[in-house]
């Protein structure tokens, strides 16, 4: 049985997939990239060419990066819940939720910097455990669960603030605020470095651990990975309660920079869902990537900051992002059909 | 061959409120040995799989394993055992590749994350045993596979686990005449490395081709268990249609004895 086993193996690279058959999945997903990619290339091209002062270190790194740091860490920790199919609403005004959470936990509580920051990571996970308990235990449509979730991540911060008062962890707690501005590395902005490293780790989760493969495969078919002898119930509790904690860590990133404030991240959501839409995720389930995600998020602070700086009204900002995403999801329905008819 | 049968019903009882759907229904499954279970549409075979897959809990009679009587109350138990059921349409994730779905819910791991290079391997020497020829790529997504390749992966993933007993539920439904032939070989080659194999057809020429030994269901009651040598086509269909045919099948009652031929 090993002898031939040799045999099976040696062929594969032999027999390179006939040309003519169209490309391969995974070319074609890896192209997908390439043209998020391209797109976000040729709009900070447009940006750098047609409005002043963009394309400079300063701006790229302390306004754009930065900006896209919220969106970012909420699409890559929100791509898991879309390639199981599901969509999580609350995530934008999580941040004000764990915001807030951090706050109260920092400077009313007076907690030491580690254990409320745990504390913090452990209010989104909570946050993401009640939604996956929703969706997955109880059976809601995620798109209700997570809506109804939105509006109580809405009135909390209300509740457990002074009054609706911002707690500046920005200006009061100087070590906070280093997770956010500090330069661990010179002229590069922590929140940056923290938003690359979670997406390394998003990255592994998808693509190199069950964790990333029963996101996909219950996204692909639901029944057949019962069938397989996984707990799907389980698998969607832990993959809402994962995402949780991304958003708790877009909230501490938030916090630290502008300070806790009850109306921080609101309305985040949509542009977060978007950046990974525009990445090449599906919305239906089953296909995701980090890569495209981390793309997705550039495109959007590209054209909000490009847009500010050019000088265009926020209304019309507003409509431009919304043909974007119209446009991403076009392209990508066009490519469907046609490797459908290959 | 070992006389003892991996796999042996006794006496089976099933019903749904009133409807009694499996009555007193025998069945036995080898090693080796691709057994046929054939009937009309409502004679009982998908009730009688789900009974031996662990969905349906049987009322009453016996299920017994290697010769001893075991308690199978759910899915998990019969998977336990080795028995494994391929479902026509909905066995397989499509944006996973075959090796993914080969190894879907037994992942190999190496630490925390996944060990694709083992799986590939192993997932390539099943494939080689069973001398599939048909798949370009180990790695090649089954949204790209023809519903033969599908089929194909499907049996295969079942052979990777050194299952003792394999259902295959309509394998060749929806299938070319090319692409049933391959399937059919495919379930010939993994009866020949020892496992039981239950297939379960409409198709008659597929059952008289592969097949070692047909049961043959009748409105919830086993007609005939045959051997294939021992039968022809007709025969085989009169068994489906009416319950009996000549000395075989359910011999009418005592009363109406004079009917027989």
């Given at each position: ?69 919220l969106i970012?860490?909420l699409a890559?920790?929100t791509?898991?819940?879309i390639?199981?199919?599901?969509i999580d609403l609350s995530i934008g005004w999580g941040i ?47 798109f209700?669960?997570t809506l109804?979730?939105m ?114 991240g609101g309305g985040l959501e949509l542009q977060a869902i978007a950046a990974v839409v525009i990445?090449?995720?599906?919305l ?12 997705g998020a550039?495109?959007i602070?590209?054209?909000n ?12 900002q507003y409509?431009?992002l919304g043909?974007v995403i119209l446009?991403?999801v ?13 | ?261």
């Amino acid at each position: 049985m090993t002898e031939t086993a040799g045999v099976g193996l040696q062929k594969k690279p032999e027999e390179p997939p006939p040309a003519a058959r169209g490309m391969s999945p995974q070319l074609r997903m890896r192209l997908q990239q390439l043209a998020a990619f391209a797109g976000l290339v040729i709009i900070t091209i447009f940006f750098s060419v047609a409005g002043d002062n963009f394309f400079t270190y300063d701006n790229l790194v302390n306004n754009v990066l930065l900006s896209s740091v919220l969106i970012g860490v909420l699409a890559i920790g929100t791509t898991f819940v879309i390639v199981t199919g599901g969509i999580d609403l609350s995530i934008g005004w999580g941040i004000a939720l764990t915001g807030m959470a951090a706050g109260t936990f920092l400077i009313t509580w007076d907690l030491p910097l580690g254990l409320g920051l745990l504390m913090t990571l452990l209010v989104g996970l909570l946050l993401g455990f009640v939604n996956g308990f929703n969706v997955s235990i109880l059976g809601m449509p995620p798109f209700i669960a997570t809506l109804a979730m939105m509006l109580v991540c809405q009135g909390l911060p209300l509740v457990i603030s002074d009054n609706g008062a911002t707690i500046y962890l920005n200006s009061q707690f100087p070590p906070y605020a280093d997770l956010s501005g500090g330069t661990l590395i010179p002229k590069f902005p922590n929140a940056v470095l923290i938003f690359l490293v979670l997406a390394v780790i998003a990255w592994v989760l998808l693509n190199r651990t069950i964790f990333g493969r029963y996101a996909v495969s219950i996204g692909s078919n639901e029944e057949a990975t019962a069938l397989s002898g996984i707990n799907v119930r389980k698998w969607k509790l832990i993959i809402y309660a994962v995402a949780g904690i991304f958003t708790a860590c877009a909230g501490i990133l938030s916090s630290a920079r502008i300070g806790a404030s009850p109306t921080a991240g609101g309305g985040l959501e949509l542009q977060a869902i978007a950046a990974v839409v525009i990445g090449g995720t599906s919305l239906a389930g089953g296909k995701g990537t980090i890569v495209g995600s981390v793309i997705g998020a550039l495109i959007i602070g590209v054209l909000n900051n490009g847009l500010q700086i050019m000088g265009v009204p926020q209304e019309w900002q507003y409509v431009i992002l919304g043909v974007v995403i119209l446009a991403a999801v076009y392209v990508d329905m066009l490519r469907k059909k046609s490797s459908e008819v290959v | 061959m070992t006389d003892q049968p991996i796999l042996r019903l006794r006496g089976v009882n099933k019903s749904f409120g009133a409807v009694h759907v499996l009555d007193d229904v025998d069945f036995e499954a080898y090693a080796g040995k691709v057994t046929a279970l054939v009937g009309d549409n409502g004679a009982g075979k998908s009730t009688l799989v789900k009974c031996i897959g662990g969905t349906y809990p049987i009322d009453s009679g016996s299920y017994e394993f290697d010769g001893s009587p075991v308690h199978v109350s759910g899915p998990r138990d019969a998977a336990a055992l080795g028995v494994e059921i391929v479902y026509q349409d909905l066995a397989l994730c499509e944006n996973l590749d075959v090796v993914q779905n080969m190894f879907l819910g037994r992942e190999r791991m190496r630490g925390v994350v996944l060990d694709e290079e083992s799986m590939e391997i192993a997932a390539s020497q099943t494939l080689t045993s069973l001398s599939v020829r048909t798949l370009k790529s180990v790695r090649q997504r089954v949204s790209s596979l023809s519903g033969g390749q599908r089929q194909t992966v499907a049996i295969a993933k079942a052979a990777l686990w050194k299952s003792r007993v394999v259902i295959l539920d309509e394998p060749t439904a929806a299938l070319g005449v090319a692409q049933t032939a391959q399937v059919l070989d495919l379930v010939r080659r993994l009866a020949d490395q020892g496992v039981a194999v239950i297939l379960i057809s409409h198709n008659m020429l597929d059952v008289l081709q592969v097949a070692d030994r047909i049961a043959v269901l009748y409105l919830g009651r086993m007609a005939a268990t045959v051997d294939r040598a021992d039968v022809n086509q007709t025969q085989v269909v009169e068994l489906i249609t009416t319950g009996r045919s000549g000395d075989l099948g359910i011999q009418p009652a005592t009363a109406s004895a004079g009917v027989s031929i």
